[in-house]
């Protein structure tokens, strides 16, 4: 299966260095440029960065022409997944933001998943043992995460 990624995806699971789950889990990671440079920010020293640019089995791919509805309700990274998933289907989008997981989902018809359920995959996969300890340290670098959405995810991995 692809998958097409978001930047917020990228920055928690390379911040902590695990962003190879994408790997273990998808055939295809595919990141649109748009959402690359947003990772990249001001250099190297942005959370995830460093991971992502080692990451050669990261496909980094031109940003598809962007539909005027979307500028206008999603941020232009976002906006870049739900184009390049559309025209890879049956890829799933990678995005966290619950905005835009509703566009893509609902009015793009989209299969969409977020880091929670790629950490909730590799528990059930056998490659991590434990989604808490993931969260933890994904909360721990600053990327939120509600207290709701945790709860859920743990439930899922089976240790809510």
């Known amino acids: 299966m692809t998958v097409v990624s978001n930047a917020g995806p990228l920055i928690a699971l390379g911040g902590i260095h695990r962003l190879g789950l994408l790997r273990t889990l998808f055939s295809r990671v595919l990141v649109p440029e748009l959402v ?3 990772v990249f920010g001001s250099g190297s020293h942005r959370l995830g960065a460093a991971e992502l640019q080692q990451a050669d089995w990261v496909e980094v791919v031109p940003v598809p022409a ?4 979307l500028t206008t309700t999603l941020g232009p990274g976002e906006a870049a997944v739900v184009m390049l998933a559309r025209q890879h289907v049956p890829a799933l989008a990678l995005i966290d933001e619950s905005k835009a997981r509703r566009v893509a989902r609902d009015v793009y018809g989209l299969a969409v998943i977020g880091t929670g359920r790629v950490l909730v995959e590799a528990k059930r996969a056998g490659v991590l043992s434990s989604v808490t300890d993931v969260l933890n340290s994904i909360r721990g670098n600053g990327y939120w995460l509600s207290d709701r959405i945790v ?3 743990l439930a899922q991995a089976g240790e809510g």
């Open 151 to 153: 709860a859920e995810i």
């Open 66 to 69: 962007i539909e005027p509805l």
């Open 36 to 38: 690359a440079r947003e």
